[in-house]
């Protein structure tokens, strides 16, 4: 079946009660069909309310000691994600919107992102919380107009780098299509801070107490100060709806009815994947998320955010990058004792990489045009990451490659980093990065996308691998027709036909509306053997012609991640 059970079983769940009854009287039932009219589903089904959700909160310490020393979720590598369509999509929804890839983004997109306004009233802002791990100050403020937002700031000696980085990266997440709140970058004077009357505050190493106005003092010494005794910050508004915690990367959440699919097996989280080796981001983890409750319709439903970039591309966030972090875990036993100096036998790979280094930036590879993104690692393991196949990363980089370089200068314009060298810097290691995903996991499996039946007898196509110049056309292309049973799901051969180019000429199809025809469709090149692997695309007969019901690249159990 190319779409998983389970999101069958979401669309069914607002007729469930009805057909209980009936299914309890019928003596059988009849088999599923492969298709249903309404394939494939653009948007993803929700139907149930799920107001009960409780808070989710995760610690930190449970977060990288049950990822680093264990397994959550599915044990089998080589399963396909469970949320696709029918034509090996994401839907569109809570999770994901498709954006990049889908229509084309305009630089002024991108610069604009998830905002919709232009950041926190003028005015006095109400401290309402403030971070007092002692590593960074950050405070909740409650502006003139009663909107809540979460100050964070550079640290000293680095302006822009934090603030510059993260409101980069979340425009490059919101354009490939994941759910970012609104970031804005602006000026705090000190002044406009008063503290609400029921703020506490927690001095390292103490118990909790009223917040006064030394521990704002205390706080902003960690930051980087600009010249006139103001600090530039990044401002990042709560996310719309009620906070019900944050998103693991397995398993469900057992109080959503809507969450039926393991978040290991989808494909948005896999992908991820890619997208965190493209800007570094080693700190992507469950802390780093949100869920919140929102209405739609009659029912509410949960949505789940991307948070906290600051600690991407040179920047650690507190400071420049660790050298190792993006090359090793965290707890990586057997590159520590390879890499004991007294051994002297194995000199890490990070240990002899040129780097760039400025205030702005952090610390970077200063070369990446030969960096490899399948041997990025983040600092923990993350559950989704470790199940992402082929296909996942293939569907990924499809959506890197959509980001061109106008909208990275756009996006790396809103950092406002203040340095001409620093902004091409980054232009520049954002796009060889894009470039060595596309050459990595274009290629990597069968690349035909797009396929589409034409009235007149004509199978179109795309090599998205070809396209994005990271491969030589194949010296020819096959299609294996067959007429399809979608009752059965049975697949009765009928011809193959062969080109050179991305249009075959199809044989004498069946022309009564309703009627299927199954594809598959191969590619033979000397240098990229898995594209001998076909890819299957099933038609359906509608009035006016075909339309496409069905894809799938790679089928369950087609061989484990690439490593």
Same mark, same amino acid.
């Given at each position: 079946?190319?779409?998983?059970?389970?999101?069958?079983?979401?669309?069914? #769940?607002?007729?469930?009660?009805?057909?209980?009854?009936?299914?309890?009287? #019928?003596?059988?039932?009849?088999?599923?069909?492969?298709?249903?009219?309404?394939?494939?589903?653009?948007?993803?089904?929700?139907?149930?309310?799920?107001?009960?959700?409780? %808070?989710?909160?995760?610690?930190?310490?449970?977060?990288?000691?049950?990822?680093?020393?264990?397994?959550?979720?599915?044990?089998?590598? $080589?399963?396909?994600?469970?949320?696709?369509?029918?034509?090996?999509?994401?839907?569109?929804?809570?999770?994901?919107?498709?954006?990049?890839?889908?229509?084309?983004?305009?630089?002024?997109?991108? #610069?604009?992102?998830?905002?919709?306004?232009?950041?926190?009233?003028?005015?006095?802002? $109400?401290?309402?919380?403030?971070?007092?791990?002692?590593?960074?100050?950050?405070?909740?403020?409650?502006? &003139?107009?009663?909107?809540?937002?979460?100050?964070?700031?550079?640290?000293?000696?680095?302006?822009?780098? =934090?603030?510059?980085?993260?409101?980069?990266?979340?425009?490059?997440?919101?354009?490939?299509?994941? *759910?970012?709140?609104?970031?804005?970058?602006?000026? /705090?004077?000190?002044?406009?801070?008063?503290?609400?009357?029921?703020?506490?505050?927690?001095?390292?190493?103490?118990?909790?107490?009223?917040? *006064? %106005?030394?521990?704002?003092? @205390?706080?902003?010494?960690?930051?980087?100060?600009?010249?006139?005794?103001?600090?530039?910050?990044?401002?990042?508004?709560?996310?719309?709806?009620?906070?019900?915690?944050?998103?693991?990367?397995?398993?469900?959440?057992? !109080?959503?009815?809507?969450?039926?699919?393991?978040?290991?097996?989808?494909?948005?989280?896999?992908?991820?994947?890619?997208?965190?080796? @493209?800007?570094? *981001?080693?700190?992507?983890?469950?802390?780093? $998320?949100?869920?919140?409750?929102?209405?739609?319709?009659?029912?509410?439903?949960?949505? *789940?955010?991307?948070?906290?970039?600051?600690?991407?591309?040179?920047?650690? =966030?507190?400071?420049?990058?660790?050298?190792?972090?993006?090359?090793?875990?965290?707890?990586?036993?057997?590159?520590?004792?390879?890499?004991?100096?007294?051994?002297?036998?194995?000199?890490?790979?990070?240990?002899?990489? !040129?780097?760039?280094?400025?205030?702005?930036?952090?610390?970077?590879?200063?070369?990446?045009?030969?960096?490899?993104?399948?041997?990025?690692?983040?600092?923990?393991?993350?559950?989704?990451?470790?199940?992402?196949? =082929?296909?996942?990363?293939?569907?990924?980089?499809?959506?890197?490659? +959509?980001?061109?370089?106008?909208? /990275?200068?756009?996006?790396?314009?809103?950092?406002?980093?203040?340095?001409?060298?620093?902004?091409?810097?980054?232009?520049?290691?954002?796009?060889?990065?894009?470039?060595?995903?596309?050459?990595?996991?274009?290629?990597?499996?069968?690349?035909?996308? !797009?396929?589409?039946?034409?009235?007149?007898?004509?199978?179109?196509?795309?090599?998205?691998?070809?396209?994005?110049?990271?491969?030589?056309?194949?010296?020819?292309?096959?299609?294996?027709?067959?007429?399809?049973?979608?009752?059965?799901?049975?697949?009765?051969?009928?011809?193959?036909?062969?080109?050179?180019?991305?249009?075959? +000429? &199809?044989?004498?199809?069946?022309?009564?509306?309703? &009627?299927?025809?199954?594809?598959?469709?191969?590619?033979?090149?000397?240098?990229?053997?898995? @594209?001998?692997?076909?890819?299957?695309?099933?038609?359906?007969?509608?009035?006016?012609?075909? $339309?496409?019901?069905?894809?799938?690249?790679?089928?369950?159990?087609?061989?484990?991640?690439?490593?």
């Amino acid at each position: 079946m190319t779409l998983g059970p389970l999101l069958r079983f979401a669309r069914a #769940a607002t007729v469930a009660a009805v057909a209980g009854a009936a299914l309890l009287l #019928a003596p059988t039932r009849a088999a599923e069909p492969t298709f249903f009219d309404d394939d494939p589903l653009t948007r993803e089904v929700a139907s149930q309310d799920a107001s009960g959700v409780k %808070r989710y909160e995760p610690t930190l310490l449970w977060d990288v000691v049950s990822n680093t020393f264990g397994r959550p979720g599915d044990p089998d590598l $080589t399963k396909r994600a469970r949320n696709v369509n029918t034509i090996d999509e994401v839907p569109d929804g809570e999770w994901f919107v498709n954006r990049a890839g889908r229509e084309p983004i305009t630089p002024e997109q991108i #610069a604009r992102g998830s905002n919709t306004g232009s950041g926190p009233a003028a005015g006095t802002w $109400t401290v309402t919380a403030a971070k007092s791990d002692g590593i960074t100050p950050g405070f909740t403020v409650r502006d &003139a107009n009663g909107a809540i937002w979460f100050l964070k700031f550079d640290p000293p000696g680095h302006p822009a780098m =934090a603030t510059g980085i993260e409101v980069t990266i979340a425009k490059l997440f919101w354009a490939l299509g994941y *759910h970012t709140v609104e970031y804005y970058i602006t000026e /705090l004077d000190p002044a406009r801070l008063e503290i609400a009357e029921k703020t506490t505050f927690t001095p390292p190493g103490a118990r909790p107490r009223h917040m *006064h %106005r030394g521990d704002i003092d @205390w706080l902003l010494g960690q930051a980087d100060r600009k010249a006139p005794g103001t600090y530039r910050v990044i401002a990042s508004k709560a996310a719309p709806g009620q906070p019900v915690g944050r998103l693991d990367f397995a398993g469900t959440r057992e !109080d959503d009815p809507n969450d039926l699919v393991p978040h290991e097996h989808h494909r948005e989280l896999r992908g991820y994947r890619v997208f965190a080796s @493209w800007f570094n *981001h080693v700190d992507a983890k469950s802390v780093n $998320t949100i869920d919140v409750l929102v209405k739609r319709g009659p029912r509410s439903v949960v949505r *789940h955010y991307l948070l906290d970039f600051g600690s991407t591309m040179g920047s650690a =966030a507190v400071g420049p990058r660790e050298y190792w972090e993006g090359w090793d875990y965290l707890v990586e036993p057997g590159q520590t004792v390879k890499g004991m100096p007294l051994l002297g036998f194995y000199i890490l790979p990070w240990r002899t990489v !040129d780097l760039y280094e400025s205030p702005a930036v952090g610390r970077m590879i200063a070369d990446n045009t030969t960096w490899d993104p399948e041997r990025w690692k983040p600092r923990v393991p993350n559950p989704a990451f470790l199940h992402a196949r =082929a296909d996942d990363k293939f569907w990924a980089a499809q959506k890197a490659v +959509a980001i061109s370089d106008d909208l /990275l200068r756009a996006a790396v314009r809103e950092g406002q980093f203040g340095s001409e060298p620093d902004e091409a810097f980054l232009v520049k290691a954002l796009a060889d990065r894009r470039d060595a995903i596309a050459r990595r996991y274009l290629p990597a499996v069968n690349p035909i996308a !797009d396929p589409a039946l034409d009235s007149g007898g004509r199978l179109q196509f795309r090599n998205v691998a070809v396209d994005a110049k990271v491969a030589q056309p194949p010296s020819a292309y096959k299609a294996s027709w067959s007429r399809f049973d979608n009752a059965t799901g049975t697949a009765t051969p009928i011809a193959e036909t062969m080109g050179t180019g991305t249009t075959l +000429a &199809a044989p004498a199809l069946p022309q009564e509306t309703g &009627a299927y025809v199954q594809v598959e469709i191969s590619a033979t090149s000397a240098e990229h053997p898995s @594209w001998a692997v076909p890819v299957k695309a099933h038609f359906k007969r509608v009035a006016d012609g075909w $339309t496409l019901v069905g894809f799938e690249r790679l089928p369950d159990g087609q061989g484990p991640p690439q490593s």
